[in-house]
């Protein structure tokens, strides 16, 4: 078990030293959402990058927190930089996460987009 815990801590020290050499990436994405249904509705909007596609591991690049509102449309805005992707991985994969509750039931619904996969070095 002991060999295990030092292995882990080597690890992360070296994975940190790697991410803490990289130049920020920044990342931007604006849009607007609307709901048509003529009542308040609240949304939480987030950007993050799929790290093995376990959502407990991805980073979040920005969010925009959860907004309420009783207009019909509401434009949102994220800016947020990443210091490179991992080991082994040279791509970002940047999504856009929105959770809503403009339902009839007023029932949260979350869906994402992947915008764009991108590299995280320049040939």
Not at 54 to 70: H, I, K, L
């Amino acid at each position: 078990m002991r060999p295990m815990l030092v292995l882990s801590l080597l690890i992360g020290v070296a994975s940190s030293r790697f991410f803490m050499d990289r130049a920020p990436t920044s990342f931007f994405a604006n849009g607007t959402l609307s709901c048509q249904l003529k009542k308040p509705w609240c949304f939480n909007v987030q950007m993050y990058e799929d790290d093995f596609s376990f959502e407990f591991a991805n980073d979040v690049v920005a969010s925009y927190g959860t907004r309420c509102t009783r207009f019909e449309n509401h434009q949102y805005e994220l800016t947020g930089n990443q210091f490179g992707d991992g080991l082994w991985n040279d791509d970002y994969e940047i999504n856009i996460s929105i959770t809503h509750n403009c339902t009839i039931s007023g029932k949260k619904r979350r869906f994402r987009r992947v915008p764009q996969i991108v590299a995280v070095e320049t040939p």
